[in-house]
């Protein structure tokens, strides 16, 4: 029988295996041996690599949950301010060590049918919340912006020195708080 914690620590060996080596790199085998859990408890709790990466995707949703229930906390004087907090979300993503999207990455490798639940949670979020209080195209182009760097980190291709992104990430936070237009 799995240990209590083994759930997480087959999604945490997971994630290190696609951030470290890649998406293709990503086996149950790999998955087991550095997770340190037997094939068989892996199977028990992930029966196939597609529920593997399902639970990825799912962990990743709920740990962006987390992160903007924390900004709101933190920056209480942007709570309200949706873009603000997703700004500062991909922010705080781009300063871990391992992004959580490298999810997405396995997904989109493995079958990329996998990811039309993130998507679809991630256009009612932005249509919900991100452009639906204010102007529509400042709105996306800030958030999208944001987005881009984030993706750009995640596939490391980014071109930008930490302190270029810095800058670039104030910016577009200056710009989401309504400090100044575009």
């Given at each position: 029988?799995?240990?209590?914690?083994?759930?997480?620590?087959?999604?945490?060996?997971?994630?290190?295996?696609?951030?470290?080596?890649?998406?293709?790199?990503?086996?149950?085998?790999?998955?087991?041996?550095?997770?340190?859990?037997?094939?068989?408890?892996?199977?028990?709790h992930?029966?196939?690599?597609?529920?593997?990466?399902?639970?990825?995707?799912?962990?990743?949703?709920?740990r962006?949950?987390?992160?903007?229930?924390?900004?709101?906390?933190k920056?209480?004087?942007?709570?309200?301010?949706?873009?603000?907090?997703?700004?500062?979300?991909?922010?705080?993503?781009?300063?871990?060590?391992?992004?959580?999207?490298?999810?997405?990455?396995?997904?989109?490798?493995a079958?990329?049918?996998?990811?039309?639940?993130?998507?679809?949670?991630?256009?009612?979020?932005?249509?919900?919340?991100?452009?639906?209080?204010?102007?529509?195209?400042?709105?996306?182009?800030?958030?999208?912006?944001?987005?881009?760097?984030?993706?750009?980190?995640?596939?490391?291709?980014?071109?930008?020195?930490?302190?270029?992104?810095?800058?670039?990430?104030?910016?577009?936070?200056?710009?989401?708080?309504?400090?100044?237009?575009?």
């Open positions: 029988m799995a240990r209590p914690d083994s759930r997480h620590a087959i999604l945490d060996a997971a994630e290190a295996i696609v951030g470290q080596s890649g998406a293709a790199r990503m086996t149950l085998d790999a998955v087991a041996k550095r997770s340190g859990v037997s094939k068989g408890g892996l199977i028990y992930f029966p196939t690599k597609e529920a593997l990466l399902q639970a990825m995707i799912d962990r990743m949703m709920e962006a949950d987390l992160m903007r229930e924390e900004i709101r906390k920056f209480p004087d942007e709570r309200s301010n949706h873009l603000a907090v997703e700004m500062r979300v991909f922010q705080q993503g781009a300063e871990q060590k391992r992004p959580q999207s490298v999810a997405l990455l396995a997904a989109i490798a079958n990329p049918d996998l990811t039309s639940g993130a998507r679809e949670e991630m256009s009612r979020h932005f249509n919900a919340h991100i452009v639906s209080g204010g102007d529509f195209h400042r709105s996306a182009i800030l958030f999208l912006a944001a987005l881009g760097m984030h993706f750009l980190d995640l596939l490391n291709l980014s071109f930008l020195t930490k302190e270029q992104k810095q800058e670039i990430q104030e910016e577009l936070l200056r710009l989401a708080t309504g400090n100044e237009g575009i």
